[in-house]
């Protein structure tokens, strides 16, 4: 069974003060592992996808990196804005129509 | 473009009342997904759709029924609601089973 653990379940940060959020995951053979921001009260939306092991990928204050058992979303110099859920999904490799499986989530609090 | 859109945004059901959630997109997307949302928990997949005409069960099926009768339209039913079925219901899309999903805003539901 795919599994997706995120920590800390909570973070909160100072303005400026950068940090990393984790996602460790068990699957199958890993077709891709996606991040997503939720604010509350509104629907997740989509940030990155990653594919293979090594793989980066850079949005704004937002980097992903991805291992062969975790990924990371590393914050850089966040602002109140950056203040959100982040969530983590796997999508195993097993053929058509595999689904993903999400974490619980990571609220981050960026205080100015 | 409108994206993922749900209707109603709210709404409170007593115990043993039917009603029908309706999620539509204008991305021309084949693949239609219902999940919930409950807190300390991930998003979990309830049914989803490969393509106009098609449904199948995701991993918390039971007292929901789904119709997807025309390509832009996925529709969630509940039979008869139980106050287990409180959450928060999202639908998302996507144009092919490994592309990143689109999330609807969700619908808050309260079953008393």
Known sequence: EDQVTQSPEALRLQEGESSSLNCSYTVSGLRGLFWYRQDPGKGPEFLFTLYSAGEEKEKERLKATLTKKESFLHITAPKPEDSATYLCAVQANTGANSKLTFGKGITLSVRP | ?112
Not at chain 2, 2 to 24: D, H, I, N, W
Not at chain 2, 80 to 90: D, E, G, L, W
């Open chain 2, 1 to 112: 473009n409108a994206g993922v859109t749900q209707t109603p945004k709210f709404r409170v059901l007593k115990t043993g009342q039917s009603m029908t959630l309706l999620c539509a997109q204008d991305m021309n997307h084949e693949y239609m997904y219902w999940y919930r949302q409950d807190p300390g928990m991930g998003l979990r997949l309830i049914h989803y759709s490969v393509g106009e005409g098609t449904t199948a069960k995701g991993e918390v099926p039971d007292g929901y029924n789904v119709s997807r009768l025309k390509k832009q339209n996925f529709l969630l039913g509940l039979e008869s609601a139980a106050p287990s079925q409180t959450s928060v219901y999202f639908c998302a899309s996507n144009l092919a089973f490994y592309n990143e999903q689109f999330f609807g805003p969700g619908t808050r539901l309260t079953v008393l």
